[in-house]
């Protein structure tokens, strides 16, 4: 292609670009002459983000900024990801998905409807990249709000942004894929600016057999892609499907139970109780909180019990009370791995009962029900434990089932505490404590590089065990010394390739590799290459104009540069 046909596409316009690269991009003239340097466009960003009081016009701006400058927005995003992470992510993104058919600006991602069945495939070659990774939803349970159809949109929008910051997967090697399956939410299909299909969800069969089609799909068009599914009301179906045969998992289950059983390995270890003296209660038997039981079943197990005694250190409760065998209801599938039945025929109908009659080391919130850690059950933990794990993990903030401040409160400041969404330090009796949170987004970027980069055939469950425990080993000496349970979230990307060199290590454990180049590297080393594959913003520029340079200079030698504006 000749100079004379490039159309300027919408990264080019950034402003830290030189008068060559301009040149060659077309766009000298079409943005202010100054060569900005990159801290001075980083400093008009925050400038622009503090003028706007709510954060969902702060996401706007952001989403603005990602579609019409890549590399500047994951510069910030890089460079103050504790600020902008919470923007961009939960719990902001909640906000965003409740008005996104409103809030609808330009494409983002690609759509796949019902209606579609049949051609999806051909669709699939509308998306102009190649594609290394993609996260897939059906909008039928986004985080804590319930059914939002296509407005769910906005969680792989947001996921896949941190894959790219967090992880450094290239911005154009990811796709945000929403399934649009219809909705059950009556509001949604009354609302006229609501963008999806109005009509109700196809039955759960319909649904599989348009599953098939679109993986079939996706691999035949990117062989290999890693695909994680996110925000299905029902995610065990094309979990256990789909697992055996392709490159895929799913964050809610697996990567929720990761990064909480790296909390609660760090946690364990400072309670002084060991695992066969754990007692956890679980608010929420959901598909999140059985995969987060089951991942921590597996510690238990591998700090030396058995399956079944590592199982009966768990009370699941739900809406109707704790789960056991002879409640009188028909338990879902998956809640009953973790049904009791040494319950001498004694119903427990709420979590206060529960607790009382457990009496537990553990409290785990996966429920999205605000608040329900009262008072009097926290400081009930802080009487029985000397070091109560206190885990409110249910996404946006309103639904965390207590706050920091009052786990610190009523445990009389010894709660080792992680929650899902960020709580500010508290000072208790003159020292500052800082809040662990089990983002899950300590643990996906890392499964998806580890994956992405070791060519992994599948995603096995020793895989994402793997991550846990690299996370868990990836606190610092100060962390350490300061009781943290999780690492300090600037340093998510170093965390990041931690999290990935565990993944590869167990994907090759596993024999489920490809990628035979790194299979006789030292740690050191297979460090070193991971880094080498990561995308880095703030280098984007000194690669754009080497890039451009090099064609330059090939240009001259074989004498295509006359006549041209070069």
């Known amino acids: 292609m000749s100079t004379s046909d490039r159309t300027p596409e919408a990264g080019h316009y950034d402003t830290s670009h030189s008068i060559a690269v301009r040149r060659f991009y077309r766009t000298q003239g079409l943005i202010p002459p100054a060569v900005e340097d990159q801290d001075v466009q980083l400093q008009r960003c925050l400038n622009q983000l503090s003028r706007k009081e709510k954060d969902i016009d702060k996401y706007l701006y952001l989403s603005g900024l990602r579609n019409t400058n890549?590399?500047?927005?994951?510069?910030?995003?890089?460079?103050?990801?504790k600020d902008i992470a919470p923007l961009i992510y939960t719990p902001t993104v909640g906000d965003a998905c409740l008005q996104w058919s409103h809030n609808y600006v330009q494409p983002e991602g690609l759509y796949l409807s019902y209606a579609d069945k049949g051609h999806v495939a051909s669709i699939l070659h509308n998306w102009p990249q190649n594609v290394e990774i993609t996260v897939v939803t059906d909008g039928s349970r986004i985080l804590g709000l319930g059914d939002l159809g296509i407005n769910g949109m906005g969680i792989p929008v947001g996921k896949l942004a941190l894959y790219i910051a967090c992880a450094g997967i290239r911005p154009e090697a990811t796709l945000p894929l929403m399934l649009d399956l219809g909705t059950g939410n009556k509001d949604l299909l009354k609302d006229p600016l609501y963008m999806g299909s109005r009509r109700e969800k196809v039955s759960p069969q319909e649904e599989l057999e348009f599953m098939d089609e679109v993986m079939i799909a996706l691999n035949e068009k990117w062989p290999g892609i890693v695909v994680q599914f996110e925000d299905f009301k029902n995610p065990f179906p094309a979990l256990e499907r789909?697992?055996?045969?392709?490159?895929?998992?799913?964050?809610?289950i697996q990567g929720t139970g990761a990064v909480v059983l790296a909390g609660i390995i760090n946690a364990v270890k400072k309670s002084g109780v060991p695992v066969k003296g754990?007692?956890?209660?679980?608010?929420?038997?959901?598909?999140?909180?059985?995969?987060?039981?089951?991942?921590?079943?597996?510690?238990?197990?591998?700090?030396?019990?058995?399956?079944?005694?590592?199982?009966?250190?768990?009370?699941?409760?739900?809406?109707?009370?704790?789960?056991?065998?002879?409640?009188?209801?028909?338990l879902a599938e998956h809640k009953i791995y973790f049904s009791r039945n040494d319950n001498a025929g004694k119903q427990y109908k709420t979590l206060a009962e529960v607790v009382d009659y457990v009496k537990p080391t553990i409290l785990m919130g996966l429920s999205t029900i605000g608040g329900i850690f009262s008072p009097d059950l926290l400081t009930k933990m802080g009487q029985w434990n000397q070091r109560p794990l206190i885990f409110p993990l249910s996404n946006p903030s309103a639904n965390s089932e207590c706050t920091f401040e009052d786990a610190v409160k009523y445990t009389g400041g010894r709660a080792l505490f992680a929650s899902g969404s960020p709580f500010p330090p508290v000072v208790?009796?003159?020292?500052?404590?800082?809040?662990?949170?089990?983002?899950?987004?300590y643990v996906f970027p890392g499964i998806g590089l580890g994956t992405i980069l070791s060519k992994a055939t599948v995603v096995t469950q020793s895989m994402i065990y793997a991550s846990a425990e690299a996370l868990s080993a990836a606190l610092s000496p100060p962390e350490i010394a300061q009781g943290w349970l999780y690492p300090e979230?600037?340093?998510?990307?170093?965390?990041?390739?931690?999290?990935?060199?565990?993944?590869?290590?167990?994907a090759e454990e596993a024999g489920v590799d490809r990628e035979t180049r790194i299979k006789d590297m030292n740690d050191e080393e297979l460090e070193q290459w991971v880094r080498s594959r990561m995308y880095h913003p703030h280098d984007e520029i000194q690669r754009v104009e080497k890039e451009v340079y090099s064609f330059i200079e090939d240009l001259a030698v074989k004498g295509g540069i006359r006549g041209s504006h070069l």
């Open 70 to 81: 890549v590399h500047l927005f994951y510069r910030l995003v890089t460079k103050h990801i």
């Open 242 to 252: 789909y697992q055996p045969k392709y490159t895929c998992f799913n964050d809610d």
């Open 278 to 330: 754990q007692r956890a209660v679980f608010m929420g038997a959901g598909s999140a909180g059985v995969g987060v039981a089951k991942q921590i079943v597996e510690y238990f197990m591998r700090e030396g019990l058995t399956e079944d005694q590592a199982r009966e250190c768990f009370w699941l409760v739900d809406t109707k009370g704790l789960v056991t065998n002879d409640r009188g209801d028909k």
């Open 428 to 441: 208790y009796e003159g020292k500052s404590l800082q809040p662990g949170q089990g983002n899950n987004m």
């Open 489 to 506: 979230i600037a340093r998510i990307r170093d965390v990041s390739v931690t999290v990935a060199m565990g993944v590869i290590r167990a």
